[in-house]
């Protein structure tokens, strides 16, 4: 009985020892195609949103969107490229590697002028991720700005010119 006891101690101190030292580092857990949950040490991007609706602006001015992410993985991400679906919209992304658990951001800026209307952008981003490809999308509708009338130039006047 007491090499049973000094056994389940023993297994026991070696069960939380392992548990702690996985604890250190978490494992990513991702959904792979099937829908299955499955652990991988690539990394792998947590975004707060993948999708921003700016509403309704009026045209004229950029505007500007950060998506906010962290790296769950166990490895450095590196994000290679940012583009945006048309020239409207342009990304910016960090050039240097998000390191496991740390944030970064992604800025979206979309030129709203000469474009009234409804809008759905989308970002694709291409980087080392589990997943190398991911799309951030930006909607919303950009009121026509008021048209100014201007009236049109007076003539000179011929006396004028001369000084009488």
């Known amino acids: 009985m007491k090499k049973f006891f000094i056994a389940l101690t023993l297994l026991a101190a070696i069960g939380s020892t392992a548990w702690a030292q996985n604890a250190e580092q978490p494992a990513s857990f991702i959904l792979d195609e099937s829908g299955n949950l499955t652990e ?4 792998v991007f947590e975004f ?3 999708t ?3 509403g309704t602006l009026p045209e004229g001015p950029k505007v500007t969107y950060e998506f906010k992410f962290k ?3 166990k490895e450095d991400l590196v994000i290679k490229s940012a583009k945006g679906s048309c020239g ?4 910016e992304w960090p050039s240097e590697a998000i390191k496991p658990g740390e ?5 979206a800026t979309y030129n709203t002028q000469g474009r ?4 759905n952008k989308s970002i694709t981003l291409t ?9 951030l999308f930006i909607k919303g509708a950009v009121e026509k700005a008021a048209e100014q009338v201007t009236s049109p130039e007076k003539p000179k006047s011929i006396l004028s010119e001369t000084g009488e």
């Open 71 to 73: 790296n769950i993985g």
């Open 103 to 107: 944030s970064g951001v992604i800025k």
């Open 40 to 43: 991988t040490s690539a990394p």
């Open 127 to 135: 980087s080392n991720a589990y997943t190398p490809t991911k799309r």
């Open 88 to 91: 409207c919209t342009v990304p």
């Open 52 to 54: 921003h609706d700016f």
């Open 116 to 119: 009234p209307g409804p809008f």
């Open 48 to 50: 707060e949103t993948e």
